[in-house]
């Protein structure tokens, strides 16, 4: 009887259809338990409680006869109050639960734990205790289960006085689990799921494994509620198809017209109904994708249905055709696109080599692709295409982030010309900050590159140390550590230091605090095991205003009377929130312990070496250490100090003596010519430092 005849025959009263129905359907299909209540609560509410009860009596007798134990619950849950009284309901539903669970040993002691015994006038806590014991009867011995981290398992062992199972799984066995945590950490498998099956019957999944791949894929992505990864199917799979059938097996598995592809994010796969249905799948995940998504799917559900591919193909070159002068980039991306699948579209105004000849800024249009290859494809036809190339590939390299796409600039530049290109890595090694990227896989290729590693050794290994703590290096950072590890690119440029370099080496790495020791002492080591006169050579003094040593001497006196102390205090406090795995407040702590600890070694080392200037004792004639030299260049003028690394500010005409250009100055006289950023300039007087 439908919700709409009930009301019907309620409301005119007609009692003995209403009656007529239920019983032609409790003989039909007594499990139909909610329709029966519905009808009995129906009856109630206009006053008929003794139909409703004879009514809901007949379901309760029909379920018990028929050992509908579970219906029989959901009876007693939405009508038992109707039907008994609180007592009578509590014995009725404990004899429907031992009767539902009475193929397992467990029920009855089960019962007895979680207290369904105790407190009977208690209903709605009788229902609580039931719940608690279905919790827990799912777990009984044999159960499958399975467990994030284990794979699959069976339930070994249930230990009602510890409160425990204990199950094997695939990688552990005897994993104890507590019955409070079982229901967050396990989950019962039902019958058919993969996982199951690989301990039920691996031998079928083998034989599907040999003979018909795409079953077996079949039977993974449906025993899962939601699409999987390529990964998240190889683990399911795991034991069943191993590492060396992995790639034959998925190859012919996924073929299959009813696997449908989910692009876009991380790649997931899902089975549909027929193909009709995958078809309709690809189709509406393609309407509703970007452009990308839109090439994705065609180029991996392409091969389903020659009109879907049609239909794919003609939305795709529309979408180009548009994107062509407000969005060339994405333009060139679907061309390409399309002409990997074969159906390059006919309309050459749009194709790669005429938007990139024709852009009156082909940098912003390369930087708009994302696909690396792509990339390199443009630069190949900037490179042959354009005039202005030589300009161009500057910009571009300075630009590109990817490695191998610098790989493939590098080779063309360095074809195209080479002192020009080597012009490019002075300019980096100058300012490395203008393209970290770039500085990066400099400083990596170096470790390999003969020429680029003989460029200027002693600037390079600078320079990566000087960038570690840099922010627009922060992504860059762990790969730039690595090349001060054995076989890196800082231990093979000590062989071309000379041994004032490698001086100048060994301090930067002692006063480096983004080394960590591990880092430091191999490097230190091998400075040694080159030059051993190093290990002789007391500490190079350290020269500074008296100022800056004040300065530091303060700084290093607050580190060790407030910020170090109250940085242990920190951590200890931290300590006592609990997990120090989970402790975001103990490892901000240790962390800023590590840099507090590093920065006053450094402070301790520098001043023991520090000694100050005094200007009424420096010999000006010559650049030394604490002068100030005149410059001139026609009509310019220009006026720079030599000071100690503490004082370095170039940007205000003040330079470290440890600097290259320092360097280059000391010992120079009045009248002599220097070199300064491609300007030839005279000094004209030399004088103290100010």
């Given at each position: 009887m439908t919700t709409g005849t009930l009301q019907d025959n309620l409301a005119s009263g007609n009692f003995d259809s209403i009656e007529d129905a239920c019983l032609t359907e409790l003989e039909r299909d007594p499990s139909r338990v909610s329709d029966f209540v519905a009808a009995a609560?129906?009856?109630?509410?206009?006053?008929?409680?003794?139909?409703?009860?004879?009514?809901?009596?007949?379901?309760?007798?029909?379920?018990?006869?028929?050992?509908?134990?579970?219906?029989?619950?959901?009876?007693?849950?939405?009508?038992?109050?109707?039907?008994?009284?609180?007592?009578?309901?509590?014995?009725?539903?404990?004899?429907?639960?031992?009767?539902?669970?009475?193929?397992?040993?467990?029920?009855?002691?089960?019962?007895?734990?979680?207290?369904?015994?105790?407190?009977?006038?208690?209903?709605?806590?009788?229902?609580?205790?039931?719940?608690?014991?279905?919790?827990?009867?799912?777990?009984?011995?044999?159960?499958?289960?399975?467990?994030?981290?284990?794979?699959?398992?069976?339930?070994?062992?249930?230990?009602?006085?510890?409160?425990?199972?204990?199950?094997?799984?695939?990688?552990?066995?005897?994993l104890s689990v507590g019955f409070r945590g079982a229901a967050k950490l396990l989950r019962a498998l039902p019958p058919g799921d993969i996982l199951r099956r690989k301990i039920e019957d691996p031998e079928s999944l083998r034989e599907l494994r040999d003979n018909d791949p795409s079953r077996l894929l079949e039977l993974t992505l449906t025993s899962s509620d939601r699409a999987m990864t390529a990964g998240e199917i190889r683990e399911a799979l795991r034991g069943v198809v191993d590492e060396k059938q992995w790639s034959s097996w998925w190859n012919a598995a996924r073929k299959h017209p009813q696997v449908v592809t989910k692009v876009g994010g991380r790649q997931s796969y899902s089975w549909a109904a027929s193909d009709s249905h995958a078809q309709a799948a690809v189709w509406e995940a393609f309407e509703k994708g970007d452009p990308k998504t839109k090439l994705d799917l065609l180029r991996k559900n392409g091969e389903r249905d020659p009109d879907l591919r049609q239909r794919m193909i003609e939305s795709l070159g529309a979408i180009g055709a548009r994107a062509r002068r407000g969005d060339p980039a994405l333009a060139l991306e679907i061309w390409s696109g399309l002409a990997r699948t074969g159906e390059a579209p006919e309309d050459e105004t749009w194709s790669p080599s005429a938007l990139l000849t024709a852009s009156t800024d082909p940098r912003a249009l390369v930087a708009g692709i994302g696909d690396?290859?792509?990339?390199?494809?443009?630069?190949?036809?900037?490179?042959?295409?354009?005039?202005?190339?030589?300009?161009?590939?500057?910009?571009?390299?300075?630009?590109?982030?990817?490695?191998?796409?610098?790989?493939?600039?590098?080779?063309?530049?360095?074809?195209?010309?080479?002192?020009?290109?080597?012009?490019?890595?002075?300019?980096?090694?100058?300012?490395?900050?203008?393209?970290?990227?770039?500085?990066?896989?400099?400083?990596?290729?170096?470790?390999?590159?003969?020429?680029?590693?003989?460029r200027n050794p002693l600037r390079l290994v600078q320079q990566i140390l000087a960038v570690l703590p840099d922010g627009k290096f922060s992504s860059y950072k762990q790969r730039l550590l690595k090349l001060a590890e054995s076989g890196g690119t800082i231990p093979r440029l000590i062989p071309l230091l000379s041994v004032e370099q490698a001086a100048q080496v060994e301090d930067l790495v002692n006063r480096s605090g983004a080394l960590q020791d591990f880092r430091r002492t191999p490097l230190i080591n091998a400075l040694h095991l080159r030059f051993p006169d190093l290990r002789q050579t007391t500490e190079d003094l350290l020269y500074a205003r008296p100022e800056s040593i004040q300065a530091h001497e303060k700084e290093f006196q607050e580190l060790l009377k407030k910020e170090i102390p109250a940085n242990r205090k920190a951590i200890e406090e931290a300590r006592a929130l609990g997990d120090l795995r989970e402790n975001f407040e103990y490892k901000s702590a240790r962390q800023r312990h590590e840099y507090l600890a590093a920065r006053a070694a450094t402070l301790e080392r520098d001043l023991n070496r520090a000694r100050p200037l005094d200007p009424a004792k420096i010999d000006t004639s010559e650049v030394r250490i604490g002068t100030r030299l005149e410059l001139a260049s026609g009509d310019q003028k220009r006026a720079l100090t030599i000071l100690g690394p503490w004082e370095s500010s170039p940007e205000k005409g003040i330079l470290s003596y440890e600097s290259e250009l320092g360097q280059s100055l000391l010992g120079k006289k009045p009248g002599d010519s220097v070199e300064l950023d491609g300007t030839t300039w005279s000094i004209e007087g030399i004088g103290t430092f100010l």
């Amino acid at each position: 009887m439908t919700t709409g005849t009930l009301q019907d025959n309620l409301a005119s009263g007609n009692f003995d259809s209403i009656e007529d129905a239920c019983l032609t359907e409790l003989e039909r299909d007594p499990s139909r338990v909610s329709d029966f209540v519905a009808a009995a609560q129906g009856l109630i509410d206009i006053g008929e409680e003794e139909r409703a009860n004879l009514l809901l009596e007949l379901v309760d007798d029909q379920l018990r006869e028929q050992g509908l134990w579970e219906e029989r619950l959901e009876l007693l849950r939405l009508a038992g109050n109707i039907l008994y009284s609180p007592e009578q309901l509590h014995d009725a539903i404990v004899d429907s639960l031992g009767q539902r669970y009475s193929d397992s040993d467990l029920t009855k002691a089960l019962i007895r734990m979680v207290g369904l015994e105790r407190a009977p006038e208690d209903i709605p806590k009788t229902w609580e205790k039931v719940g608690r014991f279905r919790d827990l009867i799912v777990y009984d011995v044999g159960a499958i289960v399975t467990m994030e981290g284990k794979g699959a398992g069976r339930v070994v062992e249930v230990n009602l006085e510890l409160q425990c199972f204990k199950v094997d799984f695939e990688i552990h066995q005897g994993l104890s689990v507590g019955f409070r945590g079982a229901a967050k950490l396990l989950r019962a498998l039902p019958p058919g799921d993969i996982l199951r099956r690989k301990i039920e019957d691996p031998e079928s999944l083998r034989e599907l494994r040999d003979n018909d791949p795409s079953r077996l894929l079949e039977l993974t992505l449906t025993s899962s509620d939601r699409a999987m990864t390529a990964g998240e199917i190889r683990e399911a799979l795991r034991g069943v198809v191993d590492e060396k059938q992995w790639s034959s097996w998925w190859n012919a598995a996924r073929k299959h017209p009813q696997v449908v592809t989910k692009v876009g994010g991380r790649q997931s796969y899902s089975w549909a109904a027929s193909d009709s249905h995958a078809q309709a799948a690809v189709w509406e995940a393609f309407e509703k994708g970007d452009p990308k998504t839109k090439l994705d799917l065609l180029r991996k559900n392409g091969e389903r249905d020659p009109d879907l591919r049609q239909r794919m193909i003609e939305s795709l070159g529309a979408i180009g055709a548009r994107a062509r002068r407000g969005d060339p980039a994405l333009a060139l991306e679907i061309w390409s696109g399309l002409a990997r699948t074969g159906e390059a579209p006919e309309d050459e105004t749009w194709s790669p080599s005429a938007l990139l000849t024709a852009s009156t800024d082909p940098r912003a249009l390369v930087a708009g692709i994302g696909d690396r290859s792509l990339r390199e494809q443009a630069y190949e036809i900037l490179r042959s295409e354009r005039d202005d190339w030589s300009d161009l590939g500057h910009d571009l390299f300075l630009q590109e982030e990817d490695a191998r796409g610098l790989d493939a600039l590098a080779l063309l530049l360095r074809r195209e010309d080479e002192d020009s290109f080597l012009g490019l890595i002075d300019e980096l090694l100058r300012q490395p900050a203008k393209a970290p990227a770039a500085f990066t896989w400099l400083a990596e290729r170096a470790a390999r590159d003969e020429e680029l590693m003989g460029r200027n050794p002693l600037r390079l290994v600078q320079q990566i140390l000087a960038v570690l703590p840099d922010g627009k290096f922060s992504s860059y950072k762990q790969r730039l550590l690595k090349l001060a590890e054995s076989g890196g690119t800082i231990p093979r440029l000590i062989p071309l230091l000379s041994v004032e370099q490698a001086a100048q080496v060994e301090d930067l790495v002692n006063r480096s605090g983004a080394l960590q020791d591990f880092r430091r002492t191999p490097l230190i080591n091998a400075l040694h095991l080159r030059f051993p006169d190093l290990r002789q050579t007391t500490e190079d003094l350290l020269y500074a205003r008296p100022e800056s040593i004040q300065a530091h001497e303060k700084e290093f006196q607050e580190l060790l009377k407030k910020e170090i102390p109250a940085n242990r205090k920190a951590i200890e406090e931290a300590r006592a929130l609990g997990d120090l795995r989970e402790n975001f407040e103990y490892k901000s702590a240790r962390q800023r312990h590590e840099y507090l600890a590093a920065r006053a070694a450094t402070l301790e080392r520098d001043l023991n070496r520090a000694r100050p200037l005094d200007p009424a004792k420096i010999d000006t004639s010559e650049v030394r250490i604490g002068t100030r030299l005149e410059l001139a260049s026609g009509d310019q003028k220009r006026a720079l100090t030599i000071l100690g690394p503490w004082e370095s500010s170039p940007e205000k005409g003040i330079l470290s003596y440890e600097s290259e250009l320092g360097q280059s100055l000391l010992g120079k006289k009045p009248g002599d010519s220097v070199e300064l950023d491609g300007t030839t300039w005279s000094i004209e007087g030399i004088g103290t430092f100010l």
